[in-house]
């Protein structure tokens, strides 16, 4: 006896909305665990921790080993304060710039920051300098890769929307 196998999108196989919106070709949308707030606060305070990550370390490496004073903390916590401001003002310029300068922003910022706290530990400027050049390659790289191909994908699908010819849907 032969039974229809249920497709993706539903458990008893109806297509509901294949094609249409960003759910793509199969009509399957990821869920949204979280709600609009909670992205709202991670969104804000995501970088006010890894700032104060960045801080600490930052703190760490120019006291080489000796006491905690309160000239150190002062430290730390402008590096902390800096770095916030910073990424805040990347992500705010970044998201008005086409995936090319998106990329190459936010790998400026990764070298820069590993520059700044590598030159902290007394190495030459020559390798500081090419470490971070390094670092930055590799982060634009990456990140224009993903944008790329997240974008085309994206384009792809809603191209296939507006022309439902080529969907094989009327």
């Known amino acids: 006896m032969a039974h229809a196998v249920p497709t993706r999108g539903t458990s008893t196989g109806a297509r509901t909305g294949?094609?249409?919106?960003?759910?793509?070709?199969?009509?399957?949308?990821?869920p949204d665990v979280f709600g609009a707030r909670t992205h709202l606060l991670a969104k804000w305070a995501m970088p006010l921790a890894i700032g104060l990550v960045y801080g600490y370390w930052a703190a760490s490496v120019r006291r080489h080993g000796g006491p905690i004073t309160g000239w150190n903390l002062l430290f730390g916590f402008m590096t902390v304060l800096a770095f916030a401001i910073l990424w805040y003002v990347?992500?705010?310029?970044?998201?008005?710039?086409?995936?090319?300068?998106?990329a190459v922003l936010w790998g400026?910022?990764?070298?820069?920051?590993?520059g700044f706290l590598y030159s902290g530990s007394g190495v030459a400027m020559f390798t500081c300098v090419l470490v971070s050049l390094l670092l930055a390659a590799a982060v634009t790289a990456g990140l224009y890769y993903r944008y790329a191909t997240h974008q085309d994908a994206e384009e792809a699908r809603t191209a296939r929307t507006r022309d439902p010819a080529r969907t094989g849907t009327t």
Request: no cysteine; aromatic share 4%.
């Open 18 to 30: 294949a094609g249409t919106g960003a759910s793509g070709a199969s009509g399957h949308t990821p």
């Open 108 to 114: 400026a910022f990764a070298g820069s920051a590993l």
């Open 90 to 102: 990347v992500r705010a310029v970044a998201d008005r710039l086409p995936r090319e300068g998106h």
